[in-house]
């Protein structure tokens, strides 16, 4: 009896990590490291001044080397490029200044030959007006007359005899989220720029056309995609007012609204229903997970509801949880954020983690470029997904563009955040040959680009490449987390496994420096620890020995400098001397170790 329990406990010792390693493979995207490429800013290879698919190819083994596993790969679609390639024209291909549907079938197969992931766009809430649905369905062209949300004036005005709109709901970009279309007579609705109307997701026949869509680019074997804006999908059917923000009310800003009725409408659930349906497909017929990102700012219940449950999945993890964006810029504040995004991914989500994106920007530009490699410290070494925006990795910067290189592009102010990738010093920080970059490089290529940091044994990448190798660790894969606050600045966390090295993170977040005092937070950490990595302003090295103090004498204690962070790491050790005690740890996110390694 004794022996076949001790065989049994034995078997599951042996087959979870056999289980572990299996559902890697097949749920790659539950560790999976991004890195996010804005395509027409990252690498011009036929030198006519935008970044393109070919030029990604050409620095594919950067990515790699870099250590990330997953290539999204944005804004390919035809566009005219109004609101930076989200008013596709036809998102069944490619946009001829990156190249051809051939050349992303070139990219997505060298990316599968190296191990590798890729996530493209999709964007279900709108196209572009030039987009041949719109012409037709503007001129009420069968099939496409109801393809779009088209509305009769609410009455017309007395004296002018302008069309006054169905309702008072205001765009993301302001103004009024309709416009009047003198050819058909009606108003057609736009959750963002008038250039991108809103598709009607009440027509049966845009849920197929769209999942159409997805067919087709699972068919070229992308593995996933992130979706844009996707609480925008449907509207109130009676198009009821949207309340608005008491003070705020006739405000032309998205902000004077609560979006009760133009937002979050309970059918979009049926509508991401039906795009898992089509995954799930996908993944049975090759065994591989073919996933969907999404893009959310919503309230934590609408982006737990995206993600489903454990008897209902629907996406799998939200794209754009950008560390260190949140407010208040404190401890609590970034606790409270990282709780939150625990909890809404769970129970069938994964958490997620982003440095910088293409709208929010680099984190440098909020924190100042000290926080810059301790927001990769935190988002590659907490549990989940981890991704980085093109050029985070050598701490880019945002650049804003001067009045007369501003066109009728910059929707939103955001072409700052994506200006081209510092590859060396040379013209155009290698970015193109041609005199003139669709965008300008930011002036400080000379001084940040990748050549230089390669070469410097201490700089942002190559700490960044350091990060990455210790986020493929069991640690980090597999292990538990315990987050601490010993002062108001200070924000530390513990990764720990049974019989594995213990990790902790600790940033200071403030403009002062912070006594270091880990015994506060109990994590029951040996006195000497090693310092794994250190972000350049912190005034520790690599290598160094860290001594934790103790609490009852803080004078003792280490500091660290304002807006720095470090990476410790312990020995291995034994599963009793890590357990934590939650005595102060404010929170423990854990399964037991068996359910942890087996779910992982
Ligand atoms: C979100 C995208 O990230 C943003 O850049 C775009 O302007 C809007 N969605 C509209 O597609």
Same mark, same amino acid.
């Given at each position: 009896?004794?022996?076949?329990?001790c065989?049994i406990?034995?078997?599951?010792?042996i087959?979870?990590?056999?289980?572990?390693?299996?559902s890697?493979?097949n749920?790659?995207y539950?560790?999976?490291?991004?890195?996010?490429?804005?395509?027409?800013?990252?690498?011009?290879?036929?030198?006519d001044?935008n970044?393109?698919?070919?030029?990604?190819?050409e620095k594919?083994d950067?990515?790699?080397?870099?250590?990330f596993?997953?290539?999204?790969v944005?804004?390919?679609?035809?566009?005219?490029?109004?609101?930076?390639?989200?008013d596709?024209?036809?998102?069944?291909?490619?946009?001829?200044?990156?190249?051809?549907?051939?050349?992303?079938?070139?990219?997505?197969d060298?990316?599968?030959?190296?191990?590798?992931k890729?996530?493209?766009?999709?964007?279900p809430?709108?196209?572009s007006?030039?987009?041949?649905?719109?012409k037709?369905?503007v001129?009420?062209?069968?099939?496409?007359?109801?393809?779009?949300?088209?509305?009769n004036?609410?009455?017309?005005?007395?004296?002018?005899n302008?069309?006054?709109? #169905?309702?008072?709901?205001?765009?993301?970009?302001t103004?009024?989220?309709?416009k009047?279309?003198?050819?058909?007579?009606?108003?057609y609705?736009?959750q963002f720029?008038?250039?991108?109307?809103d598709?009607?997701y009440?027509?049966?026949a845009v849920?197929?056309?769209?999942?159409g869509?997805l067919?087709?680019?699972l068919?070229?074997?992308?593995?996933?995609?992130?979706?844009?804006?996707i609480?925008?999908?449907?509207?109130?059917?009676?198009?009821?007012?949207?309340?608005w923000?008491?003070?705020?009310?006739?405000?032309n800003?998205y902000?004077?609204?609560i979006h009760?009725?133009?937002?979050n409408?309970?059918e979009?659930?049926?509508?991401?229903?039906?795009?898992r349906?089509v995954?799930?497909?996908?993944?049975?017929k090759?065994?591989?997970s073919r996933?969907m990102?999404f893009?959310?700012?919503?309230?934590?219940?609408?982006?737990q509801?995206?993600m489903?449950?454990?008897?209902?999945k629907r996406?799998?993890?939200?794209?754009?949880?950008?560390i260190f964006f949140?407010?208040?810029?404190n401890?609590?504040?970034?606790?409270?954020?990282?709780?939150?995004?625990?909890?809404?991914?769970t129970?069938?989500?994964?958490?997620?983690?982003?440095?910088?994106?293409?709208?929010?920007?680099?984190?440098?530009?909020?924190?100042?470029?000290?926080?810059?490699?301790?927001s990769?410290?935190?988002?590659f070494?907490l549990p989940?997904?981890?991704?980085?925006?093109?050029?985070?990795?050598?701490?880019?910067?945002?650049?804003p563009?001067? #009045?007369?290189?501003?066109?009728?592009m910059?929707?939103?102010?955001?072409l700052?955040?994506r200006? #081209?990738?510092?590859?060396?010093?040379?013209?155009?920080?290698g970015?193109?040959?041609?005199?003139?970059?669709?965008?300008p490089?930011?002036?400080?290529?000379?001084?940040?680009n990748?050549k230089?940091q390669l070469?410097?044994?201490?700089?942002?990448?190559?700490?960044?490449?350091?990060?990455?190798k210790?986020?493929r660790?069991?640690?980090i894969?597999n292990?538990?987390?315990?987050?601490?606050?010993?002062?108001?600045?200070?924000f530390?966390?513990?990764?720990?496994?049974?019989?594995?090295?213990?990790i902790?993170?600790?940033?200071?977040?403030?403009?002062?420096?912070?006594?270091?005092?880990?015994k506060?937070?109990?994590?029951?950490?040996?006195?000497?620890?090693?310092?794994?990595?250190?972000?350049?302003?912190?005034?520790?090295?690599?290598?160094?020995?860290?001594?934790v103090?103790?609490s009852?004498?803080?004078?003792s204690?280490?500091?660290?400098? #304002?807006?720095?962070g470090?990476?410790?790491?312990?020995?291995?050790?034994?599963?009793s001397?890590y357990?934590?005690?939650s005595?102060?740890s404010i929170l423990?996110?854990a399964?037991?170790?068996?359910?942890s390694?087996c779910?992982?």
């Amino acid at each position: 009896m004794c022996y076949s329990i001790c065989l049994i406990s034995w078997m599951i010792v042996i087959l979870c990590p056999l289980q572990k390693v299996q559902s890697h493979q097949n749920e790659w995207y539950k560790t999976a490291t991004i890195y996010q490429v804005y395509t027409r800013s990252f690498m011009d290879s036929n030198n006519d001044g935008n970044g393109d698919l070919q030029g990604i190819l050409e620095k594919l083994d950067y990515i790699q080397t870099l250590g990330f596993d997953t290539v999204y790969v944005q804004s390919v679609f035809k566009s005219p490029f109004l609101d930076g390639g989200f008013d596709v024209s036809d998102q069944k291909d490619i946009n001829p200044i990156f190249g051809t549907t051939n050349d992303l079938k070139n990219l997505i197969d060298e990316i599968h030959k190296r191990g590798m992931k890729i996530l493209i766009d999709f964007v279900p809430n709108h196209t572009s007006h030039e987009h041949e649905w719109f012409k037709k369905s503007v001129k009420r062209e069968a099939p496409y007359t109801d393809f779009y949300v088209w509305e009769n004036p609410k009455e017309f005005d007395s004296q002018t005899n302008e069309p006054i709109p #169905p309702n008072n709901w205001i765009a993301v970009f302001t103004g009024s989220m309709w416009k009047w279309s003198d050819e058909r007579n009606q108003f057609y609705l736009h959750q963002f720029l008038p250039v991108e109307p809103d598709l009607n997701y009440r027509n049966p026949a845009v849920r197929e056309a769209m999942k159409g869509i997805l067919k087709f680019w699972l068919d070229l074997d992308v593995d996933g995609f992130r979706v844009d804006a996707i609480g925008h999908l449907l509207e109130d059917i009676m198009l009821r007012d949207n309340p608005w923000i008491p003070g705020m009310v006739g405000v032309n800003n998205y902000r004077a609204q609560i979006h009760k009725f133009s937002k979050n409408q309970e059918e979009m659930y049926e509508v991401t229903d039906e795009w898992r349906l089509v995954l799930d497909e996908y993944t049975r017929k090759t065994n591989r997970s073919r996933i969907m990102a999404f893009e959310s700012f919503d309230p934590p219940e609408f982006v737990q509801k995206h993600m489903g449950n454990e008897t209902h999945k629907r996406l799998h993890f939200v794209l754009c949880p950008t560390i260190f964006f949140h407010r208040p810029y404190n401890a609590s504040g970034i606790v409270d954020f990282i709780q939150t995004q625990l909890r809404v991914s769970t129970p069938s989500g994964v958490p997620s983690w982003s440095v910088g994106s293409h709208d929010m920007g680099r984190s440098g530009d909020l924190g100042g470029s000290e926080i810059s490699l301790p927001s990769f410290m935190v988002a590659f070494l907490l549990p989940g997904v981890a991704t980085s925006y093109y050029g985070d990795e050598i701490s880019m910067s945002d650049q804003p563009l001067r #009045p007369d290189q501003k066109s009728n592009m910059d929707a939103f102010d955001h072409l700052k955040h994506r200006t #081209p990738m510092q590859w060396d010093d040379s013209t155009n920080a290698g970015f193109t040959r041609t005199r003139k970059p669709w965008l300008p490089v930011n002036p400080n290529y000379w001084a940040i680009n990748v050549k230089r940091q390669l070469g410097e044994k201490h700089s942002q990448l190559n700490n960044c490449i350091r990060l990455i190798k210790l986020r493929r660790t069991p640690t980090i894969l597999n292990g538990q987390l315990a987050i601490c606050t010993p002062t108001p600045w200070l924000f530390v966390f513990q990764r720990y496994l049974h019989g594995e090295a213990s990790i902790v993170v600790v940033v200071n977040l403030g403009t002062e420096m912070e006594l270091i005092s880990l015994k506060d937070c109990s994590f029951n950490l040996p006195r000497v620890m090693e310092i794994h990595t250190a972000s350049s302003s912190s005034g520790f090295q690599i290598g160094d020995k860290f001594v934790v103090c103790d609490s009852s004498n803080l004078t003792s204690c280490p500091r660290l400098r #304002p807006r720095s962070g470090l990476v410790l790491t312990s020995a291995r050790s034994s599963e009793s001397s890590y357990a934590v005690k939650s005595k102060h740890s404010i929170l423990i996110f854990a399964l037991s170790l068996v359910l942890s390694a087996c779910y992982w």
